[in-house]
């Protein structure tokens, strides 16, 4: 009894340290990372993780429209960002400095660098191809959508960090904006026009931080969500350009 | 059986053998060994994030030229020259090896202008300009104005080594000949915009860097109005064109202190942005572009004008030909003009024609005697590198480049 027990014993101790042994852990504190709103920046604004915004896997995406590429791939690809980057740490770091407020760049050598690759590399085979990324930028009205796949694309596209519509409830962030009363009435109060405030709602859609505009959204690119869907989007919200008209008591 | 996976591991101890279980315990304390060095000989093996971008060759002349649009670098394998041809004969004896993304900004445009090659250090220096401005209607963009940067790039692939902040508005980077200084000029007219009849605030910077320390600040040094192109002279005296106020400045290389500037006609502008030092007896050749003439000054004690020729079109970089011959390529028309200093006279204009290149912008030569012209054309599509027979300026061959190339600069082994 007392050997069964023993050998019990040195069986589980010993499943113990197999199972913490190899790339498990690494890429199991990779993933951690990944899933981290805190370890990758030390912004305390900061309110997004990788997967806030990116896919693991392009089967994965499947009902969401992720303004990142599907991470799967990316150990092997070499051109990120529509070209502008050539190196997977450049583009990881680029990431973090734009949407996550980490001014410091991620060494590839430091144990988060580690852990991040290691458990990227899990993720392969993906896609090894560029991604395409279509920055729209010069911005302009587009044509006005249809409410009803206006508000299935905005759960698959906006939802995830702003919440419901009119409500903001499950968004991201109190600091995220509650769409759309939160920022009409921001830019109301800054003189704009309703048809402004529609374009301003386009740009930052398709600009993000990026050419000018400032903030920490992602932007979509038309690959992502084409026109004729954030027209949709943007009739499902209201934000038609149109001066609303004073309801009768 | 991976003795590394736990379901396995699970399942053989799940044996009702006494003997089983002891022998699988054995076993697993062989794995658990087998897995650690396993583990750490593919930790060692894999190396984090491993740099997948294209080496450049180091035996073969190459030239790297910045597209400012593109906020790319594209590397031209020049090969051995001597043969290529344009109109039906063989295809252009140099190849684009690559389109090198580089910038610090993924999205917008960084505008890499300026490219210098640090010889003894095996770098690159770029700046980048943020030149573009940003329409939007949001009002947080109405007064983005970023400040530029000086980035070093590695010579095998660009990646970015080290980078040092600048003023906005960066426009050119010049190394000093024993290579211990960079000086950046800033094209700055916002300030004259928003000082308007205040020369002294209207004034841009200067900056100089010292390439082992670039975690300094840049030594600033105020100097003119919208400042654009500037060079070192072999002496280490300092020429910029001073284009707010129509002149050329020359710094002392020690002290930074104006030493002489020359205004060649004050009733008129003449817009002087263009600087090209001859090495042998470092006079410098000044493009003046709205009066279409382009000059060259003396530099001893005084700054004196020695020759000044008149051009049909916009005389952009000139090129030292030999001690008394400049190539001057002008846009309006496009054409390269081949000014005898000896007679001041123009020997020879010979317009391009626009399927080989459009806005000629300035020119390279090889040890060897090669010459290639970078042709800029415009803000939406690829500018050309061409190179041409020296004795006739005919096409020798001719290949893509990105959007508003600058010039090329060449790394000879």
Not at chain 2, 281 to 292: C, L, N, P, Q
């Amino acid at each position: 009894m007392m050997r069964a027990r023993l050998v019990t014993s040195c069986s589980a101790a010993l499943v113990a340290v197999c199972l913490g042994c190899g790339p498990t852990s690494l890429e199991e504190q990779g993933a951690a990372l990944a899933a981290s709103t805190t370890a990758l920046s030390p912004s305390t604004a900061n309110i997004y993780a990788c997967l806030t915004c990116h896919a693991e896997a392009a089967d994965d995406a499947r009902g969401h429209l992720f303004p990142g590429a599907p991470l799967a791939g990316a150990t092997t690809r070499t051109s990120f960002w529509a070209g502008q980057e050539n190196d997977l740490l450049e583009s990881i770091n680029a990431c973090r400095a734009a949407f996550m407020g980490a001014s410091t760049p991620l060494e590839a050598d430091s144990t988060e660098g580690e852990a991040l690759y290691a458990y990227l590399l899990s993720l392969e085979p993906g896609d090894p191809g560029p991604i395409p990324f279509t920055v729209q930028r010069t911005i302009v009205d587009i044509p006005r959508g249809s409410v009803e796949p206006g508000r299935s694309l905005y759960d698959e596209a906006c939802a995830g960090c702003h919440g419901a519509p009119h409500s903001g409830d499950g968004r991201l962030s109190d600091r995220v904006p509650v769409l759309p009363e939160d920022s009409v009435a921001s830019h109301l109060a800054l003189g704009y026009s309703y048809r402004l405030i529609r374009l301003v709602f386009i740009e930052k859609v398709r600009h993000g931080p990026f050419l000018g505009y400032g903030g920490d959204m992602p932007p979509l690119s038309l690959e992502v969500l084409n026109d004729e869907g954030l027209g949709d989007i943007l009739e499902a919200l209201g934000v038609t350009g149109e001066t609303p008209t004073r309801e009768t008591p | 059986m991976t003795w590394c996976q736990k379901e396995d591991l699970l399942s053989a101890l799940r044996s009702p053998s006494a003997f089983n279980r002891l022998a699988l315990v054995l076993l697993a304390a062989l794995a658990a060994v087998a897995c650690e060095s396993s583990s750490a000989a593919d930790s060692e093996a894999q190396e984090a994030f491993p740099n997948l971008r294209p080496r450049f060759p180091v035996d073969r002349p190459l030239g790297f030229i910045a597209n400012q649009d593109s906020d790319t670098v594209s590397v031209i394998d020049l090969g051995e020259g001597g043969q290529g041809g344009m109109g039906g004969q063989s295809a252009a004896a140099f190849t684009v090896l690559a389109q090198v993304p580089i910038g610090r900004d993924p999205v917008d445009f960084d505008g890499p202008r300026s490219l210098v090659f640090d010889r003894a250090r095996d770098v690159f220096y770029v700046a980048l300009t943020y030149s573009q401005s940003v329409t939007s209607v949001h009002v947080m963009s109405a007064s983005a104005r970023r400040a530029g940067y000086l980035q070093v790039l590695a010579r095998d692939d660009l990646r970015p080594l080290e980078e040092v902040r600048l003023q906005p508005a960066a426009f050119a980077v010049a190394l000093s000949p024993d290579g211990s200084e960079l000086a950046a000029t800033h094209y700055d007219t916002y300030l004259p915009t928003v000082n308007a009849g205040d020369p002294v605030k209207s004034r841009a910077v200067v900056a100089f860097v010292e390439p082992d320390a670039l975690e300094r600040a840049p030594a600033e040094v105020a100097l003119c109005i919208a400042p654009a192109d500037i060079a070192y002279q072999p002496g280490g005296a300092i020429l910029v064109a001073c284009v707010g106020d129509d002149s050329i400045a020359v710094l002392d290389g020690t002290t930074k202190e104006v030493t002489a500037t020359l205004d060649i006609d004050v009733s008129a502008p003449q817009k002087p942005v263009w600087l090209e030092v001859d090495a042998g007896s470092g006079k410098v050749a000044v493009s003046y572009e709205v009066t279409r003439r382009v000059g060259v000054l003396d530099s001893g004690d005084e700054l004196t004008l020695e020759h000044l020729v008149q051009l049909e079109g916009v005389p952009r970089r000139p090129f030292w030909l030999s001690a008394s011959r400049l190539i001057v390529p002008t846009v309006d028309p496009d054409a390269l003009v081949v000014v005898d200093l000896a007679t001041d006279s123009i020997e020879q204009a010979l317009r391009l024609d626009p399927a080989d290149c459009r806005a000629p912008g300035s020119l390279t030569e090889l040890a060897g005697g090669r010459l290639f012209l970078v042709c800029q054309n415009n803000h939406f599509e690829p500018g050309t590198l061409l190179e041409l027979e020296r004795s006739s300026l005919a096409v020798l061959g001719r290949v893509e480049l990105g959007l508003f190339p600058d010039r090329m600069v060449v790394d000879e082994p």
